[in-house]
């Protein structure tokens, strides 16, 4: 785990998994950008931290999945920092029930049993038409990016460097991807085609790349999640349901599912590729004696 210069006052951990940026207002005081994940990146973000001498007074959360805010609560009772966040993220990690609006397809405890850490109080709900917020006096910008998580955001630092959280992901990741994540992909391309007028120095993207310019990558991006969509379109053989579909794409990219943990995130991320080409008319939901079956309509992809 190390630190990179960005530009100016703006920094980033690069924790090997990701990067997370970092404003600093002083040789002390810190800024995070996302807190990391608990389970691979907490003892080494704490140890380098605490090499450095710094103090997090805040931190500001592109949204609330496990590997950006599974550091908020433990960050926050050991430097009593600011937690800011866009308000829907920040009520989905307010407690375990709510989180479970979020994980509906797990029970309660398993919820609490994998996800109880994200809990956490925040101080500052960023609100949808919010385009800048003031965190202990300094200015970021924010362009609300939704599609990837409900409320997803990129924010924009002092210096012109835009954290693009996941709303992006990079050449790395998309070269050993076999799918990628977003809860409403429709919402998700329309964010990612909105990133062409972001205009900053730098941008960064969680997982896990640093550019000058990031035309090219938006392009790639948006034929990455179509092509994702248009392989999800070729398995649908006649009507099927969701779990057929499910295990005719387990089978497509030899995805290792060995545990019900990973049953419910490859399921949660094929729901959005379906529901896609569903809402774009591309295949039809249709009941079939007593069950939901999907098939392909009559116009092509
Ligand atoms: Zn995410």
């Not at 004696?289 to 309509?297: E, I, R, V």
Request: glycine share 4%; hydrophobic share 40%.
């Amino acid at each position: 785990m190390e630190i990179n210069e960005i530009k100016g006052n703006t920094f980033c951990i690069d924790t090997g998994m990701t990067y997370i940026p970092f404003y600093k207002i002083n040789d002390k005081d810190i800024i995070m950008l996302d807190s990391g994940w608990e389970k691979g990146e907490r003892a080494g973000i704490d140890e380098l931290l605490e090499k450095n001498n710094f103090k997090v007074v805040a931190i500001i959360c592109s949204h609330a999945h496990i590997d950006h805010i599974g550091n908020n609560a433990y960050l926050k009772k050991k430097y009593n920092c600011i937690i800011a966040m866009p308000a829907y993220e920040a009520l989905v990690c307010s407690s375990t029930v709510n989180l479970k609006v979020y994980y509906s397809s797990q029970t309660l405890s398993d919820v609490t049993e994998h996800f109880g850490h994200m809990v956490c109080e925040t101080d500052i709900m960023i609100l949808d038409n919010q385009d800048k917020i003031y965190v202990c006096g300094i200015k970021f910008k924010i362009m609300h990016t939704p599609g990837h998580s409900p409320a997803h955001i990129c924010i924009t630092t002092p210096d012109d460097v835009a954290y693009l959280g996941d709303a992006l992901i990079s050449d790395e990741v998309m070269e050993g991807a076999k799918m990628a994540y977003a809860f409403i992909l429709r919402e998700d391309l329309k964010s990612k085609i909105k990133l062409y007028d972001l205009k900053c120095s730098k941008y960064v993207v969680a997982h896990k790349g640093m550019y000058n310019d990031i035309t090219k990558l938006i392009t790639d991006n948006i034929n990455f999640y179509k092509k994702r969509a248009e392989i999800v379109y070729a398995v649908i053989d006649g009507a099927m349901t969701m779990e057929d579909i499910l295990k005719a794409i387990i089978k497509r990219f030899n995805i290792n599912v060995n545990s019900r943990y990973r049953y419910t995130v490859i399921e949660k991320m094929l729901r959005s590729y379906v529901e896609y080409l569903n809402e774009m008319g591309i295949i039809e939901l249709n009941m079939d004696d007593g069950f939901l079956k999907y098939s392909k309509s009559l116009s092509d992809i």
